[in-house]
């Protein structure tokens, strides 16, 4: 009989029983760490809250030396999806010392969804949900020249009182122009 002989079969057996063993150890530790990190994102996740037309006006009538830009957009409202990034990016920078607002117009029970769509777009900005089905009630103290149509944004300066507002997707550089004109 051989002393250094090794039999194949038994080593390759263990071998793979060890590989098979730090496999299922690291596919765990894996799942946890994938788990751990969608809950804790969904913990962190921003989401909207649901409003009343006069918690809006109270907005609209805030005393501060920042100015407001109160974005009016709805999922179904492909223009309003589009230019959400150029608000995130104004948000984030925050060059202007603005206080950006993302006002949705679907209906509350929606609500759910748009905190899907706020965490799977990361969204940072407050964004509120107005529950106000009557349109017409409301719109024109928002703005006496909306038709009703969004995107629509508004921007003021509580502080001297000036305003603008635009119904229109923004494109790049153009709410920056709008927060300017208002200094």
Same mark, same amino acid.
């Given at each position: ?79 309003? &999806? #589009?230019?959400?990034? =150029? +608000? ?5 920078? @925050?060059?202007?010392?603005? !206080? ?22 990361? &969204? #940072?900005?407050?964004? =509120? +949900? ?5 349109? @017409?009630?409301?719109?024109? !103290? ?27 997707? =923004? ?13």
């Amino acid at each position: 009989m051989d002393l250094y002989k090794v039999d194949d079969t038994s080593c390759s057996k263990k071998t793979d029983i060890l590989m098979h063993s730090k496999m299922r150890v690291w596919g765990k530790l894996i799942m946890a760490v994938t788990v751990f990190f969608f809950v804790e994102k969904a913990l962190m996740a921003q989401s909207a809250t649901v409003i009343r037309f006069d918690e809006l006006q109270k907005i609209l009538q805030t005393k501060s030396d920042q100015i407001q830009v109160l974005n009016f957009w709805a999922l179904w409202c492909a223009p309003c &999806i #589009k230019e959400l990034p =150029l +608000l995130e990016k104004l948000n984030t920078e @925050n060059r202007f010392n603005a !206080k950006i607002t993302l006002i949705n117009l679907d209906y509350a029970d929606k609500v759910e969804k748009v905190n899907e769509f706020i965490a799977r777009k990361n &969204i #940072k900005s407050e964004v =509120l +949900l107005l529950d106000e089905i009557d349109y @017409n009630s409301w719109i024109d !103290k928002v703005d006496r020249g909306w038709s009703g149509a969004i995107p629509a944004t508004l921007v003021f300066n509580p502080k001297t009182g000036k305003r603008k507002f635009v119904e229109k997707e =923004l494109k790049e550089g153009e709410i920056e122009k709008l927060i300017a004109s208002l200094n």
